[in-house]
């Protein structure tokens, strides 16, 4: 990982950082060395909305009639900034996105990774 920030080389020995896979460079998150299993949940929601509103071409304008929230608000979630939202928020967003099939199948996905980073 390039340091573009100026921090310590100290301060990345001690997070963990999540980089995106569509912009490889971009820090999407910051989670901590130990996470909490909230904070993971709705770190894997953020994901999965921004990805559907990148596949689906909207801009945060439109995603936000969607989702009956404001662009800016699409604009932080699709920043990761993940503790301006609640969980039921995210699902809220989520559903609005995709049919309750792929809510729960995603829900069930991202549980199962909770479990595995939890133990």
Partial sequence: M???????DSYFDEEQFIVDEIDEDK????LGVRPEPQQVLK?????????????????NSEA???TGND???ISRLLNFHIDRFTIDRLIKILSSLE????????????SKQIENWVD
């Fill in 71 to 73: 662009a800016s608000d």
């Fill in 99 to 110: 049919d309750s099939k792929y809510v729960w199948h995603s829900m069930a996905r991202i």
């Fill in 2 to 8: 390039k340091n573009r920030m100026g921090l310590p």
């Fill in 27 to 30: 820090i999407i998150g910051i």
């Fill in 43 to 59: 770190f894997e929601l953020c994901k999965i909305i921004s990805m559907l509103i990148k596949q689906k071409g909207y801009s």
């Fill in 64 to 66: 936000g009639k969607i």
